[in-house]
């Protein structure tokens, strides 16, 4: 955001700051997942003359302008009557819009991509690789102390389905498409993206599904999208197929996912993200060889990427340019 003197001041060459009215700029910080002082460090640097707090420092009258905020509790929401707006310090905004504590009227801005789609990306990367080079197959070889090579299949020949192209899907499936693998991806709304085979809408849910010999999916938790990949519509995936997991947990039946790697309809499957978080030690999920689990971590929000587009975003509210805010009726 460049400096117009009057009006904003966002960087330390700023020629004019004690014309600017941002100056004062009272900002709230809270995330549930830790590094809040790098947080803070970076946020400081690239806001000079803002007042930012962390939650717990802040007086009870203290009000802010803005709170940059992951899985807050509900009594700082509460606590906060002055907010403009509150920027998500994720993609995902489920856990917000279910915080007893948020007021109805505040604008909810999230993040988009900022860095997070090139680490989901390797982490699909990673999953497409174990698979179709037959990581799992070796894997139960080396037990059986069995030396057997095998064929070794095309890119082309691993049709990857990705489910959800927004921010974080549509870059994921152009950018395996580029990668020679034959990619199709499912949206609400109709996209289109170079290299991808698009469907849009319930009616071509079917029609994508069968065929993915891996699906990838990539959907936000909302009312319209739990459990929406249930027994009967992971059954129209090709027997063999393989399911990555990395949006939200909820979007998944966990019990026909079992099911169905019981009757070997389907292969295996990489899951970073579950309807419980952490995932309970009792869950039967761990038990099962053919599913890889992992703690949520696909795609961790990185501070500078995250810091630069909400910096970004404060100054096109304050000099009131449009943000596009989070559609709460739709829960994305
Ligand atoms: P976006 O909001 O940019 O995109 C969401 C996509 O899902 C859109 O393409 C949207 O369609 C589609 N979608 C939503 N509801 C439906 C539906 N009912 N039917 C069909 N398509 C639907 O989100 P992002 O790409 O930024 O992030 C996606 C999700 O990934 C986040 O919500 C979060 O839950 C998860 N995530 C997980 C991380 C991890 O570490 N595991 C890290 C970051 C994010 P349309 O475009 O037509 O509206
Ligand atoms: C996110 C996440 O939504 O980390 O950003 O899950």
């Given at each position: 955001m460049q400096c117009r003197g009057e009006s904003l001041q966002w960087n330390s060459g700023c020629q004019h700051p004690q014309r600017c009215p941002l100056r004062a700029l009272k900002l709230l910080f809270y995330s549930r997942s830790g590094q809040s002082s790098r947080w803070i460090e970076a946020l400081h640097q690239a806001l000079p003359g803002a007042e930012i707090r962390l939650y717990g420092e802040a007086t009870?009258?203290?009000?802010?302008?803005?709170?940059?905020?992951?899985?807050?509790?509900?009594?700082?929401?509460?606590?906060?009557?002055?907010?403009?707006?509150?920027?998500?310090?994720?993609?995902?905004?489920?856990?917000?819009?279910?915080?007893?504590?948020?007021?109805?009227?505040?604008?909810?801005?999230?993040?988009?991509?900022?860095?997070?789609?090139?680490?989901?990306?390797?982490?699909?990367?990673?999953?497409?690789?174990?698979?179709?080079?037959?990581?799992?197959?070796?894997?139960?070889?080396?037990?059986?102390r069995c030396w057997q090579p095998r064929e070794i299949g095309h890119r082309a020949q691993w049709p990857v389905g990705v489910l959800g192209l927004g921010a974080l899907g549509s870059e994921i499936a152009a950018a395996l498409s580029v990668e020679g693998y034959s990619v199709s991806g499912w949206s609400r709304t109709p996209k289109s993206i170079p290299g991808v085979d698009c469907y849009?809408?319930?009616?071509?849910?079917?029609?994508?599904?069968?065929?993915?010999?891996?699906?990838?999916?990539?959907?936000?938790?909302?009312?319209?999208?739990?459990?929406?990949?249930?027994?009967?519509?992971?059954?129209?995936?090709?027997?063999?197929?393989?399911?990555?997991?990395?949006?939200?947990?909820?979007?998944?039946?966990?019990?026909?996912?079992?099911?169905?790697?019981?009757?070997?309809?389907?292969?295996?499957?990489?899951?970073?993200?579950?309807?419980?978080?952490?995932?309970?030690?009792?869950?039967?999920?761990?038990?099962?060889?053919?599913?890889?689990?992992?703690?949520?971590?696909?795609?961790?929000?990185?501070i500078e990427g995250a810091i630069e587009q909400i910096v970004e975003g404060i100054g096109r509210l304050e000099s009131g340019a449009p943000l596009p805010a989070v559609d709460r009726q739709r829960g994305y």
């Open positions: 009870s009258d203290w009000q802010a302008d803005y709170a940059l905020l992951w899985q807050p509790p509900p009594e700082l929401l509460r606590s906060q009557r002055r907010l403009r707006g509150i920027f998500n310090l994720g993609a995902g905004v489920d856990a917000l819009l279910a915080n007893p504590g948020l007021p109805e009227e505040v604008p909810i801005y999230k993040l988009r991509d900022a860095g997070m789609a090139a680490w989901m990306l390797d982490y699909i990367r990673y999953g497409l690789l174990h698979f179709g080079r037959d990581m799992d197959r070796y894997r139960e070889q080396q037990r059986l849009a809408g319930e009616t071509t849910l079917a029609p994508f599904l069968s065929r993915c010999r891996v699906l990838v999916s990539i959907l936000p938790a909302t009312v319209d999208t739990r459990h929406l990949l249930n027994l009967e519509r992971l059954q129209r995936l090709p027997e063999g197929a393989v399911v990555i997991s990395c949006g939200r947990g909820e979007v998944l039946d966990s019990q026909a996912l079992l099911a169905l790697l019981d009757s070997h309809h389907l292969r295996g499957a990489l899951l970073d993200v579950f309807e419980q978080e952490p995932l309970p030690t009792d869950s039967p999920l761990y038990d099962n060889e053919r599913l890889i689990i992992t703690p949520h971590i696909s795609a961790p929000t990185p």
